[in-house]
């Protein structure tokens, strides 16, 4: 789904297409000096800090470290609400740094290790302002954006993950 702005907005259950994503933000290519591409991908192994539930999430032993093992994810939401968020913080983006292009895509439904959840896309005329909302937009995706994550531990069992505060969210 696509709104009346240069922003392409996506949610849906179909993987993500990079290639449709990069020629969206590559048509503005004459006047663009940098186009960042951010690919969040569901991560197989997870420290525990990097959960919402690290006191509940069952820990493994792998290289000598406690991590959580998560080879999917469920990811879901009520794609109306999650949209308009989005919208609202490409927009922020956009009062706060000098852009051309925005995508934000997010995948829905059961995502296995490796497959990708979120592609964040950003064209402007400087790189530091693309790196710049790149980055504010993944930090703020997690925190301001109504997509809800489950985990489903190795073990079986599965847990919803709240979003951390964004001071520990690295």
């Excluded at 993950?161 to 690295?170: G, K, Y």
């Amino acid at each position: 789904m696509q709104p009346a702005s240069d922003d392409w907005v996506n949610i849906d259950s179909r993987p993500i297409d990079i290639s449709a994503a990069h020629d969206y933000l590559a048509s503005e290519s004459k006047e663009s000096g940098a186009t960042v591409l951010f690919l969040g991908r569901v991560r197989e192994y997870t420290d525990p800090q990097n959960t919402g539930y690290s006191d509940q999430s069952p820990q493994v032993e792998r290289g000598g470290k406690r991590v959580v093992h998560t080879p999917e994810l469920i990811y879901e939401c009520y794609p109306a609400m999650a949209i308009q968020s989005i919208q609202k913080l490409l927009a922020d983006a956009r009062q706060r740094w000098p852009l051309l292009r925005l995508v934000l895509h997010h995948r829905l439904g059961r995502l296995k290790a490796g497959e990708i959840a979120i592609l964040i896309g950003v064209t402007s005329r400087h790189r530091a302002a693309a790196y710049a909302a790149n980055e504010f937009l993944i930090e703020q995706v997690k925190q301001r954006v109504p997509v809800w994550k489950r985990e489903i531990y190795g073990s079986g069992s599965a847990a919803w993950v709240h979003p951390l505060p964004a001071t520990n969210s690295r």
